[in-house]
Structures are given as C-alpha cells and as structure tokens.
C-alpha cells in the first residue's frame, strides 16, 4: 500500500484509539498528549509539514508566511513549545487553509479566533485557545524539520490522526504496518461487540479474542 489515496483512505476508517494501540503494539511513541479538538465532530487525516518557533531575538523574525505554499491534504505540524501565553494560528490562516483544502492543523500551544474553525468546520488540535499573538514574541526557526508536538516527534511527511479523543502521528516508514495492526485490533473490538450482543459475558468475549493483549508490545 503505498498509494497516497489509499494511505489516507485506510487511516480515515481507523479511530485513534485503534491507532494508538497499534503504535503501543510496536512500541513507538505517536499519541501526542494534551493536543484536543476545537470540534469533536471533526476528523484530520494528512502528511505533515512542520514548523517550529522559538521566542524572538534582537531580530524579531516573522511568525511564518508558508500557507499559500501546501498542498491540499496537508497537516500544518506547528512546535511552540507548548507556549500558552502567544499564539501561531489564527484567522487569516484558518481561512486560507480551509479554501485552499489543507486537512487541519496540529499545535502545540494555543490557537485563537477560534469561532472562524468552528464555522469552517477547520479541523484544530491544540492545547488551548487565547487571544495573544505570537508577533513580536515568537518567530519561525525552520520548516520541514523534526519538532516535538505533545511529546512526540513528527517529521516532515509522517502522517496525522486527529479525532474527538485527540492526534496521533504515524511515522510514514511504517504507516502500512500500523495500519494493518490497527485494523486488526478494530476489527477484534468488532467481534467482541457481537459476541456480546449474541449473549456472551464481556469477559467471555474479550477471553476468547485476546483483548487485553490487543496493544501489548511483541516481544523478539
């Protein structure tokens, strides 16, 4: 499977939680923690382009001029650090991204003018949202290069999974493996559910489908 189509065909039918076990499953790090939707009702499927800042210097820089520059299908990948107090996203930006079909946006950090998402139905993970912008007090320190979003490393390309429980990133070398996991494990909770509505015990059915080792590391 190394069709992009398809790639984000398969991920858009997988849940976080699915993907999440099957990263816990191989032992990678992808759930990037405390990242949380404007909008439960969205989903964000894409490959990453990252940014990453850092607070201003003598120079005060620019807090990036990039978005006319992706394809559609992108996930903006912004590393602020975590920052709470100065934004990297707002308006103007959600409003190019969304006409231009950019898939969403991941920060780590705060968005603001967060009411233009909602309307857009603009996909946001963040840690939060407040009014300060980041001009003047933020400025770009590189594009396509490894950054840290919510204690994980996302590289330029890896692919992005975001829904109402939050975002994982799938490293691309080894999105196909992920994915077959993933759908193993979504397709075993499948079964418990109709073990369950056939008359079996929870217990029963998790028993007879190994659910408590679904997400367990495999071991060499």
């Known amino acids: 499977m190394t069709d992009h189509a398809q790639i984000t065909e398969e991920l858009s039918t997988l849940d976080t939680s699915h993907l999440s076990d099957a990263l816990d499953k191989i ?55 975590g920052r709470l107090d100065a934004t990297v996203w707002g308006d103007l930006l959600t409003a190019t991204a969304s006409h231009r079909g950019i898939s ?20 946001v993970f963040s840690r939060s949202r407040w009014m300060r912008t980041g001009k003047d007090r933020v400025r770009v320190d590189g594009y396509n290069l490894p950054v ?8 330029q390309g890896d692919w992005l999974v975001g829904d109402a429980d ?19 494990i979504r397709d075993t909770e499948d079964r418990i559910r109709t073990a369950v509505r056939s008359g079996q015990t929870l ?18």
Do not use: M, W
Request: proline content about 4%; glycine content about 12%; overall charge negative.
């Open 104 to 123: 969403g946006t991941v920060i780590d950090g705060v968005c603001r003018d967060s009411d233009c998402a909602l309307d857009l139905k603009y996909p």
């Open 27 to 81: 032992g990678i790090n992808g759930q990037c923690a405390g990242l949380l939707p404007l909008d439960r009702s969205v989903r964000l499927v894409g490959r990453a382009f990252t940014v990453r800042y850092v607070p201003v210097g003598d120079d005060a820089g620019t807090v990036g001029d990039y978005i006319d520059d992706l394809e559609p299908g992108t996930v903006v990948v912004l590393d602020n650090a």
């Open 148 to 155: 840290s979003v919510g204690g994980v490393r996302v590289e």
């Open 166 to 184: 939050g975002v994982v990133s799938v490293p691309v070398r080894r999105v196909e493996e992920i994915i077959d996991i993933a759908a193993g």
């Open 203 to 220: 217990v029963e059915a998790r028993r007879a489908h190994g659910y408590h080792a679904l997400q367990t590391r495999e071991r060499n």
